[in-house]
């Protein structure tokens, strides 16, 4: 996930098109990963809990929140991903909704609260629009 986000922040596009093994087989969107990363600033990664992922293990789950610039816009993505080892590398797969055993932000914000990405805005003007 680290170099995911790594690869991100520097605009890898072939490391993230790499690192990338849908699910349906389909290939990454390599133009819209590149648009993306064009227009995005990352600022921080927190890596909120994982599962899985040992030496044993060929799935793996990493929930994290990442803050970025999105065309000057302040934003946060917070997701739940799930990784395969194909031939003994890690890619990541595809995003799983986040469940109520999870949390999620709208669960634990309301509307008129501060934005917990540090903003300084309310919730429902940053994250939560």
């Known amino acids: 996930m680290r170099s995911r986000y790594t690869a991100f922040a520097r605009k890898n596009v072939d490391y993230l098109v790499a690192t990338h093994h849908p699910p349906d087989g389909r290939h990454p969107d390599r133009r819209g990963i590149s648009q993306f990363a064009a227009r995005t600033r ?11 992922g040992s030496r044993e293990d060929n799935t793996g789950v990493v929930v994290f929140r ?7 816009t302040r934003s946060v993505m917070r997701e739940r991903s799930l990784f395969r080892r194909v031939e003994g590398r890690w890619v990541y797969t595809h ?5 109520a055993a999870t949390g999620s932000l ?3 914000t309301g ?9 300084g805005k309310k919730y429902k003007r940053c994250c939560g629009g």
Request: glycine share 12%; proline share 9%; net charge negative.
């Open 106 to 108: 709208t669960a634990r």
């Open 42 to 52: 990352w600022h921080g990664l927190e890596v909120l809990s994982t599962e899985g």
């Open 66 to 72: 990442a803050t970025f610039d999105l065309d000057g």
């Open 111 to 119: 509307r008129n609260a501060p934005c917990p990405c540090g903003s």
């Open 95 to 99: 995003e799983e909704p986040e469940t």
